[in-house]
């Protein structure tokens, strides 16, 4: 069939949707490359039969289209009229599906988009939000046509643009692409209405216009998917291109890592031959232009202009000198003009709706949109086109979902590995070129990958400059040389060699690349460096000063991720493997040379350590904190006299200890056993802090923690109760006598809601609720109660409530279930135990009755929109959405201050929240020889992190002292080598004992009824011991 | 005596699929060389056919496209895609752009140089299995990513290397 005009190709539309509108269903399976490496062609094939089987031909037309976007989700199936998206859809899902939405007429819900938030199921396509925030113009025929039926293209309106510019004067053609704005879309952003002006008004002769489809950044796959999905679209662009500047001959220079996008190209530059839109007099304009494919050989340099067309020359891909620019002299020494494909992806599209429509959307100076492929930990990983200017945060959240598994956003790389990361505090940037760039990032090709805490950036900066030296073609020293400098001093510091003059000598070396470079690859080289040290400094310096690596990637500096993660730095993979050999005493004694508290923390630890098992990936995390309370518990039942420790002398010198909390006592321990005469200042009539006053006995029984204090003093240590600092004794005698003071009162003061009404009868903060309740004092409960919180404390005040008598207890919490501090087990304990979760609401006041109590609580309804300094999405009032609880008691827990009335503001430097500013190297305040830690230095915190506190203080103190700082950690522990697994299963945690929720709300028993020895053994047998080396 | 004819007949059937291959060659290099510009795409179909690309066979290429050995080796050495020296019957290509990096690609590679016993660049004393860092293969949707022949292996697991690997022989 001969294309030969505009007729032609209305005749060939209205052919191929006569044939279409016969069936009264249209299903469409995605092929794209990813679709068809999750197994889309099995799946279309047994649609295909399940069709013929069934005599389904006149009732269902199926057509196998390109890329639809959602990849994670593949394959997918679509079916119209009433616009119904399958997902992951196998060959027994595609006959089912047809089964019931064809022949009965029903839609299988299960198997369509289910929403992991809400639960609940989204039928149609038009309602998911990736794909209903999109809006596609060069993706517009993506997932639609059938990429390899030039019938399909046109019938949905491909070449019409063609028709109109071949109609139109060449200039005019110009000053439309002018018009609309377009920018480049490959990276560099340059007008691609002037590049195109540029090449019409080159001196006439042979031209060339040559489409870059190189893609090499990693992380960007658009225009793979362009040329898989909508060949078509792609030639239509380029001749209309080839028209506006006046060559008569073009390429598509595709990389060698996509054959399928060459092979489809191939067979639709065939197809348009034939039907004479390649070739000589083009829908009779008299315009001749033919198309050719060259592929690439493996080097991402050869994205850069010059050195593409050296290698479309045959030649070594090496960039040469500019000017002369391309428009210049270019390919074969004639003037070319090259774009990238997503840039002529939009082509057909301005001509067909005209300029001005283009610009209408976009931001003043980025017009048009943009495709974005979505990868890394992100959890609806693909394709989508936005307008210029939608928020990084709508991209990551809305349409991406956000990071999986209950991850934090960390930052997102833009621009492959010429470009920068884009960090939680900037979530709010809108995506356009000169937002971008004065972040120090670009927006690149349009490749985002995402990444979370698990991500170490010190690292990633590493992986780039390795890319980069590695395709550095070596032409120019800077690049050459100076790539393979910064890389080495990236490994080093990876390795944990670093050095403090590194950071200085990488940024020199950086500026000089920069400045010198030939082209492009190595003027951009340094980008990703350079903005991971602007944002991202402290993780350097962690890395050199510290020796550590936070995101548990540089495995030099760690034993493995859990010890990694755990602030306390505990042997985890170590007492594994002795709970594995059953020495049970050993495990103990190992945990114990990094922490005094393994009782405490096996039940109350916020456990980041399971947070980064890596078996967690394979079934689930090892039950690592239940381990440790398993030996802690068998420890204390089965305890030894005799401990084979060792004793330093004692010394002279004297450390106060202000505060006997977790971190108080920690310190004190250490200190201990290091010889100091250690005295601890306790206010309260017990000693343990919070974790005696702020935890109940059902997370945390009395006897346990006592135990563990009673070991502490054994070691030399003197617990001074009743004793207040400020009042009983003075904190200036402590400067007197005392060489060292560590202090550490915690921040034992609620915070208020600020709202009407606090000051009602019924109203009792969260805190002072549990601590009288642990002091043994007699604690009236409401019948109705109203919690305000969603950490800790809310969730052991609501549970305690229930415990009291009260008869219904209602948690408010101003964002969603899982943005809630507290630990996932005690939100399900506390559900089961019937009290009830309101998310997304806020206090307005209290209401109290005639006689001042409270009667009721007001609160507002609050959505999420845009997103704060964490990366968090921002809670915001909805409206006269107000609406009251009717209680009679409301308990705020909303965060704690700390107050101490012995130092004022005057003698020592506080923060901007009252906490004291301590060196992060060594945690002594502005005073000399004043230490803090815990939560009086880090605001309310966890207990864990208070203990690794108090053990860098124990350090710090002793080196002030004149001391080595190397702990006393007892004899070495011999543990087991790890043993290769030949018969590894699948196998989740063993399982724990608890209370039944029906027992457990009758009083304070201890809930948690820990391990069995068999299934501690077992458990512990999970461990894939990621410390063999 | 048996096992003289028997490696006799041997080598003749090597120098017979020798020929073939350059012959096959020969004719690659009769359609492109009149064509400007097209080197690259020569090398590609010459490596298709012969499994590498040796000097010898480089010497051949030069020689039918009018081009110096040197102007072709250089050309050669350039590009990652093409191989001086044998390959595998399997190339493992793990993938390690920065979505497969961030999702764990290096610890397939840990994984597998340890399973297989080879480094990264190396062929398995059988012959198998070669290990090759390819660049970003546009599947990043479904990281991390492991190619094997035309095989896009995707969210590959570093624990089921195994299953993987024993579906090739």
């Not at chain 1, 005019?172 to 480049?184: D, H, I, N, P, T």
């Not at chain 1, 990958?449 to 698990?454: I, Q």
């Not at chain 1, 050999?581 to 945990?591: E, H």
Request: with cysteine; net charge negative.
């Amino acid at each position: 069939m001969r294309i030969q005009s505009t007729a032609d190709l209305a005749a060939i539309a209205k052919a191929y949707r006569d044939e279409q509108a016969g069936a009264k269903y249209h299903v469409t399976v995605c092929g794209g490359g990813a679709c068809v490496s999750s197994g889309c062609i099995a799946s279309r094939d047994a649609a295909l039969q399940f069709i013929e089987e069934n005599k389904l031909g006149d009732k269902v037309r199926l057509t196998f289209t390109g890329c639809m976007g959602m990849c994670s989700m593949g394959p997918l199936v679509y079916i119209e009229p009433e616009g119904v998206l399958y997902v992951k859809v196998t060959p027994d899902m595609a006959r089912d599906i047809l089964g019931r939405h064809v022949i009965v007429g029903e839609i299988p819900e299960e198997y369509t988009f289910l929403d992991e938030k809400t639960g609940r199921h989204i039928p149609l396509m038009k309602d998911v939000p990736f794909f209903s925030e999109q809006v596609k113009i060069a993706l517009r025929n993506c997932g639609k046509v059938d990429y390899a039926s030039l019938e399909s293209a046109v019938a949905n309106g491909g070449f019409e643009a063609l028709a109109r510019a071949l109609s139109m004067e060449r200039k005019a053609v110009v000053e439309e692409v002018k018009l609309s704005g377009l920018r480049g879309r490959g990276g560099g952003g340059f007008p691609t209405g002037l590049k195109w002006e540029a090449g019409y008004k080159a001196r006439e002769g042979d031209k060339y216009i040559i489409c870059n489809a190189d893609e090499g950044d990693p992380g960007a796959f658009m225009d793979r998917s362009l040329i898989e999905s909508d060949p078509f679209g792609l030639i239509e662009g380029m001749i209309i291109g080839a028209y506006a500047i006046g060559a008569q001959k073009g390429y598509v220079y595709i990389r060698a890592e996509y054959p399928i996008a060459v092979e489809r190209l191939s067979v639709a530059i065939e197809k348009s031959r034939e039907a004479g839109l390649l070739g000589e007099n083009i829908l009779g304009s008299g315009f001749n232009f033919d198309l050719e494919i060259r592929i690439g050989a493996g080097a991402f340099v050869c994205g850069e202009e010059t050195a593409l067309m050296h290698s479309v020359e045959g030649l070594r891909g090496e960039p040469t000198q500019k000017p002369p620019f391309p428009f210049e002299s270019g390919l074969f020494g004639c003037p070319t003009i090259i774009n990238n494909v997503e840039t002529f992806a939009n082509v057909p599209a301005i001509l067909k709706e005209g300029g001005a429509w283009f610009a209408s959307f976009g931001t003043e100076k980025s017009k048009g949109t943009k495709v974005f492929a979505l990868a890394g930990d992100i959890r609806y990983s693909g394709l989508a086109e936005v307008p210029m200017g939608y928020t990084l945060g709508d991209l990551v959240y809305k349409i991406g979902g956000g990071v999986p598994r209950r991850g934090r956003f960390k930052a997102a790389q833009i621009g492959g590995p010429s470009g920068g990361c884009i960090t939680r505090e900037n979530l709010n940037t809108p995506l356009e070129y000169d937002a971008l760039t004065a972040l120090g990032a670009i927006m690149g090709s349009g490749g985002l990958v995402v990444m979370s805490e698990d991500t170490c950036m010190v690292d990633t900066a590493r992986f780039f400059m390795d890319f980069i030296r590695d395709e550095s073609c070596g032409k120019c020293v800077p690049c050459r040389i100076g790539t393979k400098r910064m890389l080495e001093i990236l490994e080093r510091i990876t390795r944990g060699e670093g050095r403090e003059e590194d950071l200085q000598l990488l940024n020199e070396l950086a500026g000089n690349i920069k400045e010198t470079a030939m082209c492009g690859l190595g003027q951009t080289a340094p980008n990703p460096v350079l903005s991971t040290l602007r944002f991202f400094m402290h993780e350097f310096e962690d890395h050199i000063r510290e020796h550590r690596c936070e995101a548990g990637v540089c495995t030099n500096m760690f034993i493995s991720p859990c010890q990694n993660a755990c602030p306390a730095g505990i042997n985890v993979p170590g007492y594994m493997a002795l709970i594995q050999n059953g020495r049970f005493v050993d495990a103990y004694n190992l945990i114990r040379q990094e922490n005094p508290f393994p009782g405490v923390c096996g039940r109350v630890c916020t456990h980041p350590c399971e947070d980064k098992c890596r078996r967690s990936s394979r079934d689930e995390a090892l039950a690592i904190c239940d381990l440790k309370r398993f030996v802690a518990d068998y420890a204390m039942n089965h305890a030894e006299s005799y401990v084979d420790d060792i004793k330093y002398p004692m010394n002279d010198k004297k450390v106060a200890v202000v505060g006997a909390g977790p971190s108080g006592l920690t310190c004190a321990y250490y200190l201990a056993r290091l010889g100091y005469t250690v005295d601890v200042f306790e206010s309260q009539s017990q000693a343990g802090g919070t974790l005696a006053y702020g935890i109940p006995e059902y997370r945390l029984p009395e006897d346990i923690l006592q135990h563990e204090i009673k070991l502490i003093e054994q070691e030399g240590v003197h617990i001074h109760l009743n004793t207040e600092v400020g009042r009983n004794i003075s904190f200036n005698y402590l400067r007197e006598n005392y060489q060292a003071i560590y202090l550490t009162t915690g921040t034992q003061f609620p915070n208020e809601v600020g709202i009407p009404g606090e000051g009602l009868k019924g109203v009792y903060h969260g805190l002072p609720f549990l601590k009288d309740i642990r002091s043994g004092r007699r604690v009236k409960v409401g019948k109705r109660v109203v919690v305000i919180g969603g950490g800790s404390t809310a969730m052991d005040a609501a549970r305690s409530c229930v415990r009291l008598g009260a008869e219904k207890v209602t948690v408010i919490y101003r964002r969603e279930r899982e943005d809630m501090p507290a630990d996932r087990r005690e939100i399900k304990e506390a559900l089961e135990e019937g009290v009830e979760l309101v998310t997304l609401a806020s206090p307005m006041q209290v209401l109290g009755d005639d006689k001042g109590r409270v009667r009721g609580l007001e609160c507002q309804r609050m959505e999420l929109n845009d997103y704060d300094a964490n990366g968090r999405p921002r809670p915001q009032r909805i409206r006269s959405s107000e609406y009251v609880i009717d209680c009679d008691m409301v308990i705020p827990a909303v965060s704690q201050h700390a107050d101490f009335p012995f130092i004022t503001a005057q003698d020592v430097e506080l923060t901007a929240w009252g906490t004291l500013v301590t060196s992060k190297h060594n945690l002594m305040t502005s005073i000399e020889g004043v230490f803090a830690g815990g939560d009086l230095a880090r605001g309310p915190d966890t207990a864990i992190a208070a203990i690794a506190d108090g053990k860098k203080a124990a350090s710090s103190i002793d080196l002030y002292l004149g001391g080595s700082g190397k702990l006393n950690k007892g004899r070495p522990i011999e543990i087991p080598p790890a043993v290769t697994d030949e018969d590894s299963a699948e196998y989740g945690r063993f399982p724990l004992e608890e209370l039944a929720p029906e027992t457990r709300t009758l009083g304070f028993r201890e809930v948690n009824r820990g391990y069995r020895k068999l299934y501690a053994v077992a458990e512990a047998t999970r461990c894939l011991r990621c410390d063999r080396r | 005596m048996g096992t003289d004819t028997k490696q006799a007949n041997l080598l003749q059937d090597d120098a017979a699929e020798e020929r073939e291959k350059l012959d096959a060659i020969q004719a690659v290099i009769q359609t492109y060389r009149d064509k400007p510009g097209c080197l690259i795409a020569v090398l590609h179909l010459a490596q298709e056919i012969y499994g590498y690309l040796p000097l010898e066979v480089q010497r051949v290429i030069a020689e039918g496209m009018g081009e110096t050995l040197s102007h072709v080796s250089g050309v050669v050495s350039f590009y990652s895609y093409f191989s001086t020296v044998p390959r595998a019957r399997h190339a493992i290509k793990i993938c390690l752009g920065t979505a497969c990096y961030v999702r764990g690609g290096k610890r397939i590679v840990d994984r597998l140089e340890e399973e297989l016993g080879i480094s990264v660049g190396e062929r398995t004393p059988d012959g198998k299995f070669s290990i090759i860092i390819t660049r970003c293969l546009g599947a990043c949707g479904l990281a991390p990513v492991v190619m094997i022949d035309e095989d896009v292996h995707q969210q590959v697991n570093p624990d089921k290397i195994e299953k993987i690997l024993a579906k090739y022989q």
